[in-house]
C-alpha cells in the first residue's frame, strides 16, 4: 500500500468514526426531545385535569403557554406544535401506563421508564423521531396505528414514506386479504413474510408513477415508469424484495420468451415474476405466467430456493377466472393496480364488515 492510499484510508476510517458519532448524537437529542414533549403533554393534560374543562379554557391555556415558553427559549413552541404534544401524550399515555404498571413507585424510576414505550418492538437501536409521530397521532384507529409504528421502525421508513404507505392504506389493503387473526397479528407484530400470500396485496397503488387513469398507455410505458420509479415500486411491493432484471429472456424450443419484471425475495428466498397486463385478465394470461413459473423452478432456481411466485398486475382482475383456470396449489396470483391513491374511509370500512364477518362465524361455530 502507497502512502497516498493509507493517508486515504485514514481519512475514510476517521470520517466514518465522525459520522458515526454524529449519528449517535442525533440520535439521543431526538430521544430526548421526544420524552420531553411527552412530559410536557402529561403536565398540560394534568394541568388542565385539574381546572376547567371547557375547550375554551384550554385553547387559553395553550395560547398563553406557548407565549410564555416563546418568550424563553425563542421559536418551536407555538400553539399548534403545543397542541400536537398535547395530542402525543393523549394518544400515546395508555401504552405508557401499561409499562409503569409493572414498576415500583419510585417517581424517579417512573421518570426513567415513562418512554419506554416508545423503544420500538422491532429493534433497540432504533428511535422513532417526532415527525413520525406527528404522522402517527393523526391515525385515529390504534390496531392501524400500532401497524404503522411497528413497520416504521423495522423497515427504517423516512418521514416521506411512512405517510405515503398511510395515504396508501397499506395497513387495510394488507388486512383484507388475511383472515381475523392474522388482521390481529399485523396490529401487534407488523407484517411478517413467512408465505407467499403474505406479500401480496390488492390493489397494488401506484400513483407514483404520474400516469392518468383515464388516459390510454401501453404495458411498455408502465413497465418504463415502474423502472424509472423503482424505489418506490419496490417500497410498495413490500418487505424482501430486490429487483433483478426487466425483459428477462429465455428460451424454449428455439423460441425466446420474456418475463417484463423478475425479483427476487430473501424473506421467502425464491423467485418473483411480475407480468403487467393493461386490460383484464384472460386465461391466456394465466396460462402464460404458469409457462413462466415453470421454467424457472425447472431451470433457474437453486435446491435450497422456494418454488417460484408469479404475480399478474392487472387492470381487471377476476378472481373467478383465476380459481377456474389455476389447479387450487397453483403459485399464481392476481393483482389490480390502482394510479390513484385509495378512499381510505371505503377501505375502513371493508376491514371492519371484514372483522365483523368473521366474529359472527365464531359465535355461530
Sequence with gaps: MNELSAQTELFDNIAHIIEQARQRVRTAVNTAMVYAYFEIGRHIVEHEQKGDTRAEYGKALLKELSAKLTARFGEGWGYAQLKNIRQFYLVYQEKANQRLAFSDNSSAKKAKQRLAFLQPTETKTLILSWSHYLVLIRIKDAAARSFYEIECAAQNWSVRQLQRQVNSCLYERLALSRNKDEVMRLANEGQAVAKPTDVIKDPITLEFLGLKPEESYTESRLENAIITRMRDFLLEMGKGFLFEARQKRFTFNEEHFYVDLVFYNRLLQCYCLIDLK????????????????????????????????????????????????????????????????????????????????????????
Excluded at 329 to 339: G, M, Q, T, V
Excluded at 345 to 358: D, S, T
Aim: aromatic share 10%; with cysteine; proline share 5%.
Design 278 to 365: 393493461t386490460d383484464k385478465l384472460t386465461h391466456q394470461d394465466l396460462g402464460q405466467m404458469q409457462m413462466y413459473v415453470n421454467y424457472f423452478d425447472r431451470h433457474v432456481r437453486q435446491p435450497f430456493e422456494k418454488p417460484t411466485i408469479g404475480i399478474l398486475l392487472c387492470k381487471e382482475k377476476n378472481d373467478a377466472l383465476v380459481e377456474l383456470t389455476l389447479p387450487a396449489d397453483a403459485n399464481i396470483y392476481a393483482s389490480s393496480y390502482e394510479l390513484y391513491l385509495p378512499d381510505k374511509a371505503l377501505l375502513q370500512a371493508k376491514v371492519r364488515e371484514w372483522i365483523a364477518e368473521f366474529e359472527e362465524q365464531e359465535k355461530l361455530s
